[in-house]
């Protein structure tokens, strides 16, 4: 691969960002940007300033929506150094949605350095607060100016980062879900487990008229017969019981996060009881008129943890935890965030050390 070519602005200092800065509102200065070309593959790598994209009307994806994308995150952590969480994870997982949606796969250890130089150059933006970090979203999309459809023939990567805040500007309040069995969000050999626009796009109409009836977020049924719980909003679930912490079983509809391996991961060197298998809605309601169900939360890479205070099925409300977020939902969110900000060992090695020294150009 080439050596990655540097543009830079001058303008490198960070604008003044204000105290709350929500989630993908704000963009530093400078991108990272790829072609694809079946002749060359990928090259022409560049770190340069941010500007707005120039594309035909004609763009494939625009019309087709052949495109992934990912989001990863860096923290400065309380020692000062800059760091970025399950970097290789998520490359691995770029390609694999990459496959599905015949996107050409990107090489991982190329990816990992325009990941680290672009972090590095941009390491001034990282915001330092408890909650706050470098949003990181590399995205891919087919780029041929052509109307039919087919896979496309050339592509661009790009990578932009995003200073944010915590996901939920009001703290770690439970939130309200809705499981919705009038829309289905992916079905099992479809497009579930990739993450494209188009999953985004289909789930689109079920948030808003959840969020009309005061949810802040759905909990999507399978595809098939709308009995078993695959997600909840963009995140993936787990299911508190007495003697049990279940997550659905990845099966093809689920995306399979980051943050759900690494909540597997905690539990187990924790010996706690996790499981990857099916659950079935009706054994949620079973197990909540049996007072077995403890509590409900969410696993992603914007709101790390998110905890479900209420959960409706068909009119049925149940509280969980008298609204407040659970015990294990704080200590989760308490133990991930501590490896971020490096306060606490990273044993499983999720970490990569960004460089900080001042680059060349
Ligand atoms: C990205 C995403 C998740 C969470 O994945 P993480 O790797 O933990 O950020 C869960 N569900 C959907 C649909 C997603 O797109």
């Not at 309380?78 to 997982?93: P, Q, Y």
């Not at 996107?103 to 130089?117: G, H, K, N």
């Not at 409900?296 to 409300?317: P, R």
């Amino acid at each position: 691969m080439e050596k990655i070519k540097f543009e830079l602005s001058e303008k490198f200092s960070p604008i003044k960002l204000p105290d709350n800065l929500g989630f993908g509102k704000f963009f530093t200065n400078h991108v990272f940007e790829m072609d694809y070309t079946p002749e060359k593959g990928w090259h022409n790598p560049t770190i340069k300033t941010l500007e707005n994209l120039i594309m035909h009307p004609a763009t494939m994806f625009l019309h087709y929506g052949q495109g992934i994308f990912e989001g990863l995150k860096a923290f400065k952590t309380d020692a000062g150094d800059v760091v970025i969480f399950r970097a290789e994870k998520h490359i691995e997982r770029l390609n694999n949605s990459a496959r599905r949606i015949c996107i050409p796969e990107v090489d991982p250890r190329f990816m990992l350095q325009a990941l680290t130089e672009l972090v590095s150059i941009e390491k001034d933006w990282i915001p330092t607060k408890h909650g706050e970090s470098l949003y990181i979203r590399p995205f891919i999309f087919g780029s041929d100016p052509f109307l039919g459809v087919k896979p496309s023939s050339n592509y661009k990567l790009l990578i932009v980062l995003s200073p944010v805040g915590a996901y939920y500007p009001e703290g770690f309040k439970p939130v309200k879900i809705l499981a919705q069995d009038d829309y289905v969000r992916a079905v099992r050999k479809g497009l579930g487990a990739c993450k494209t626009p188009a999953n985004y796009a289909a789930s689109l109409l079920a948030s808003e008229e959840a969020r009309k009836k005061e949810f802040t977020q759905v909990l999507w049924l399978d595809g098939i017969e709308q009995k078993y719980i695959e997600e909840v909003g963009t995140m993936n679930i787990f299911i508190v019981f007495k003697n049990e912490i279940a997550t659905p079983k990845l099966n093809g509809s689920i995306l399979p996060g980051v943050t759900r391996d690494s909540v597997i991961q905690i539990l187990k060197d924790w010996n706690m009881n996790v499981t990857e298998r099916l659950i079935s809605i009706d054994e949620v309601v079973t197990e909540y008129k049996a007072g077995n169900l403890v509590g409900v939360f969410g696993t992603g890479t914007a709101a790390i943890i998110s905890s479900v205070g209420l959960l409706n099925y068909k009119g049925l409300e149940m509280e969980l935890n008298h609204g407040e977020p659970g015990e294990l939902d704080l200590k989760l969110f308490e133990e991930l965030t501590s490896i971020h900000y490096g306060k606490i060992e990273d044993k499983h090695h999720w970490l990569t050390h960004v460089s900080t020294k001042e680059v060349e150009v």
